[in-house]
């Protein structure tokens, strides 16, 4: 059995012989090949030589060919922010400029840098397509969505449910596109990937999402590929309703436990995957943090339908080392009970070492956002977003701090403010908004209760 026949059994929620491994090799194959993200995403020359270094080191039984969920919004009009060692984040949207529906462009997969994508998956295709899965991602309708239009997407959600509506069937038919052109070019998996689904309920799923990611399914279904449905973050109160969708398969990230998934998934009669640690086993740990997250993920997940991967892109810096522990877990089952015996788990975080500031006695209130990073993570970015809007909004100073999981520092205040999420909101040293952002109103209603609350000292 190939790598890929392995991989995409296990997709269709079928036995097999040992894990299949899918390391979501986004801006990674530009470290791996020496040249920085804007120019790996912007060079099929480039990508493809990150795809052929990743399978050499990886082993791996399928690749994406980018990880990348501006594609859609940069073709449609939203102006990015790039970065050396991220993807790039959006940084204007164009329905919050006055802007309706008809005034955007009419998606087609020759606009932006999605023919840059489809040639390297063109030859990939004919490289490595007998061997290795290719997966073909698209953003999801929700997070595109919010590209478009913003944070007042929340807030419309409510006022103007039906508008919302419209925006998401304009998402579902621009994911549409994007599919078909994966699947003609050679996709065998394609994945739609809306991490911003974990900030609604599961009201709103059901209203607003499923109907446009389902349309999406449905044709990748009735064109002959597998589908996959790809979250970010805490989304467990929409886990049901995710299994409920007409995706072949569910992939999560660390914020949902794998048991949990794996229960859901089952009663659903779909594969899953995903659950290995970004930060803190992969990028931050050694080779042994990363051979015991796989193992503890291959342990959890079984030999039907399960597929090990990383809980999002793999952020630029992961040691390859980290990354070819993980493979040697996956390929081989002698190897892993050995260290599953012999290795002593270690902790990524310092938390000791880290001092938390004396929050009730500093004069102004201090606001904590946990991300894992606001310049590559959709969620992480709008909710800092979030942040800074409802503190311009008041007349009290707010200092505003981001500390990012992809640092020490960061997971090290992470564990000593008790956040259990990504990304989450501290005021004052309180989880205030775990995994979720807030609409505007009640997040400004709880800077005013901290800053009555210094105002009485």
């Known amino acids: 059995m190939t790598g890929k026949e392995l991989l995409l059994s296990a997709v269709k929620n079928e036995y097999t012989p040992r894990p299949a491994w899918l390391p979501f090799v986004g801006v990674h194959g530009g470290k791996i090949t020496g040249v920085g993200a804007a120019e790996y995403l912007r060079s099929a020359d480039a990508i493809l030589a990150g795809l052929r270094k990743a399978r050499e080191l990886y082993r791996p039984d399928g690749l994406p060919i980018v990880f990348d969920l501006q594609l859609e919004a940069e073709a449609l009009g939203c102006e990015l922010k790039w970065a050396e060692k991220t993807p790039p984040s959006v940084v204007t949207h164009p329905l919050e400029r006055g802007r309706s529906l008809p005034d955007l462009p009419v998606f087609d997969p020759t606009m932006g840098r999605f023919p840059v994508a489809l040639e390297a998956l063109d030859r990939a295709k004919a490289e490595m397509g007998d061997e290795v899965a290719l997966y073909g991602l698209l953003c999801g309708p929700f997070t595109l969505a919010l590209h478009l239009m913003g944070n007042d997407i929340f807030l419309q959600m409510f006022d103007h449910p039906d508008y919302i509506k419209a925006v998401l069937g304009f998402c579902a038919s621009v994911g549409q596109k994007a599919a078909q052109a994966w699947i003609e070019h050679g996709a065998d998996v394609v994945a739609v990937v809306d991490p ?3 900030q609604i309920s599961p009201e709103h799923f059901e209203l607003f999402v499923a109907p446009a990611v389902d349309s999406i399914f449905d044709f990748i279904r009735s064109r002959g590929a597998l589908s996959s449905l790809f979250v970010c973050g805490d989304a467990s109160r929409n886990l049901e309703a995710m299994c409920r969708t007409a995706a072949d398969n569910l992939c999560i990230d660390e914020n949902i436990p794998l048991e949990t998934l794996r229960d859901f998934t089952r009663s659903r009669h779909k594969s899953f995957g995903g659950n290995l640690k970004l930060t803190s086993a992969l990028l931050l740990g050694d080779e042994d943090d990363a051979r015991l997250d796989a193992i503890r993920c291959i342990d959890v997940g079984g030999s039907c339908g399960f597929v090990l991967a990383p809980g999002c892109d793999l952020p630029y810096d992961v040691p390859e080392r980290n990354l070819q522990a993980v493979a040697e877990m996956a390929h081989d089952a002698y190897r892993r009970e050995v260290a599953k015996r012999t290795i002593v788990a270690k902790t990524a975080a310092e938390a000791a ?12 209130v201090i606001v904590d956002v946990i991300t894992l990073d606001s310049s590559s993570c959709a969620p992480c970015q709008y909710m800092v977003d979030a942040v800074q809007r409802a503190a311009r909004r008041l007349s009290a100073p707010i200092i505003v701090r981001e500390h990012r999981i992809s640092t020490r520092e960061g997971l090290a205040m992470m ?7 990504i990304p989450t909101i501290c005021v004052d040293g309180e989880v ?3 995994s979720i952002i807030p609409d505007q109103n009640s997040l400004v209603a709880r800077l005013e209760t901290a800053i009555a609350r210094k105002a009485k000292k």
């Open 196 to 198: 911003m689904t974990s």
């Open 353 to 364: 070492a880290v001092a938390l500031p004396n929050y009730r006695a500093e004069p102004h």
């Open 415 to 421: 564990s000593r403010l008790g956040v259990r999420n």
């Open 432 to 434: 205030a908004f775990a």
